[in-house]
């Protein structure tokens, strides 16, 4: 059997693992310099927990876990008979792989509130799992990257975000576009053409318009009930530049009168400080999830073709279905896999992005890997990054292990050097190889 990875996966060589740690080390930074403080939860979280929360269509996408043991005695029977999947989940799998961060931060939340103080400002940068079909950027395993606020409906969060926003992605050296919309917004347009009860199968169809185009979600919109008419009304009404563009539109609907005060609130915090970035309010942005109650974001790379590779918004009431109510959150995801593939084709990534590893001891005879063995202990001491190679082989191909991990400097010893209680330190970059006493190895590497 040929070894292979499953479809939506992949392994990283150590070379791509310090690119991905420079990327998380860079976002870790700046949530930081914000205040955020780390949380990590389980893998796994319950069904019961997951369900319900990300629409009918991201419901779909959730790994399921099939039950310990024989997971098959207690199936039901009918379900199976029938081959009805749906119905026999809920009898074979209690558990599922996360979908995102947010869910479980909520559960997390509730959980533990009595431990937590609020305002509750928390990262975490940990796997997600969605069952999608793989294709570029879009994988079955990757990384989230969150950073949420709970307990305060301040739309300062929200400007603080983007600025967190603008703030990783200039420091990536990556050209972006910050899209902000308001699901109040877009609940206006509903509530202005009498389809409050279709509201979620129109966001559903909206949050199609960059794969689809207007005429389909026309179509789509109105498949799921929505008048010919009222869907091309709401196509006008994407196509809106500015808040000031929805005013009249919104005449008869409190909702979206209230999402434009809550935009125009949001700038007049984010625009007191200079963004490198672009900011722009895209009307037509979805965000098909169904917890978002407010402000919600998606950024997208200028330079490269592959889809979001961040998004969030508020929740008012997520941590609701978990029995608390009242603590509104506000929260961004950064797509780490799709940054990583960005920075990759464009070459982004530092040079300097190679092995840690200082000085490679290089021993001329075996009987010698005892005095090589305690130098690598002294490097260690004093702090610098070394390996030893583990057979005295020929020089050149000790050497050449040198090269290929990328470090920069061997220390050689042999019969003269062990006798003279020295080395022999040699720049792998330049070629030049000086004799050296221990201490003075030291004062050049330290």
């Not at 975490?124 to 969150?146: H, L, M, S, T």
């Not at 109510?325 to 464009?346: C, H, P, Q, T, W």
């Not at 004799?435 to 050049?444: A, G, P």
């Amino acid at each position: 059997m040929k070894p292979s990875v499953p479809k939506g996966t992949r392994d990283y060589l150590p070379a791509e693992v310090y690119k991905r740690e420079f990327i998380f080390n860079t976002i870790k930074k700046v949530f930081e310099e914000f205040s955020y403080v780390p949380i990590q939860t389980p893998t796994m979280e319950k069904l019961t927990i997951l369900t319900g929360k990300y629409g009918e269509e991201g419901d779909k996408l959730l790994f399921k876990i099939l039950n310990n043991g024989d997971y098959l005695s207690k199936a039901d029977q009918d379900a199976l008979a029938n081959k009805d999947s749906q119905k026999l989940v809920s009898s074979i799998s209690k558990r599922g792989l996360r979908y995102d961060l947010t869910v479980p931060f909520a559960r997390y939340v509730v959980q533990h509130q009595n431990d937590l103080y609020f305002p509750f400002k928390r990262y975490q940068i940990q796997p997600v799992w969605r069952a999608d079909r793989p294709q570029r950027g879009r994988y079955n395993e990757f990384y989230q990257c969150d950073v949420d606020v709970v307990g305060s409906e301040s739309l300062i969060y929200e400007a603080e975000l983007v600025q967190i926003y603008d703030q990783v992605f200039s420091a990536l050296g990556i050209d972006v576009t910050i899209r902000v919309n308001n699901r109040k917004v877009l609940f206006g347009y509903a509530e202005s053409l009498g389809l409050e009860d279709l509201f979620m199968d129109m966001t559903i169809c909206l949050d199609k318009l960059d794969k689809i185009g207007e005429e389909k979600v026309i179509e789509e919109m109105v498949k799921k009930g929505i008048e010919q008419v009222k869907a091309e009304k709401i196509i006008s009404y994407i196509s809106a530049e500015s808040l000031n563009d929805l005013e009249t539109a919104f005449a008869n609907s409190p909702t979206g009168q209230k999402g434009l005060a809550e935009l125009r609130e949001f700038h007049s915090y984010l625009d007191l400080v200079k963004c490198t970035n672009k900011v722009k309010f895209d009307p037509s942005l979805a965000r098909g999830l169904n917890y978002y109650t407010g402000c919600i974001f998606e950024v997208e790379a200028n330079d490269v073709e592959i889809g979001s590779i961040g998004g969030g918004g508020r929740y008012d009431d997520l941590t609701s279905v978990f029995g608390l109510k009242g603590v509104s959150g506000v929260g961004v995801s950064f797509g780490f896999a799709r940054i990583y593939d960005v920075m990759n084709e464009l070459e982004l990534f530092p040079k300097a992005l190679a092995n840690t590893t200082k000085v490679l001891i290089v021993c001329m005879d075996q009987e010698h890997l005892t005095y090589g063995f305690t130098i690598g202990t002294r490097l260690r001491s004093a702090g610098i990054a070394t390996d030893i190679y583990p057979e005295a082989k020929k020089l050149k191909k000790q050497l050449g292990y040198a090269n290929s991990k990328q470090i920069p400097y061997a220390i050689i010893i042999g019969e003269e050097e062990i006798n003279s209680n020295t080395v022999q330190l040699k720049d792998m970059d330049t070629g030049s190889q000086r004799q050296l006493s221990l201490d003075e190895v030291l004062k050049e590497l330290v």
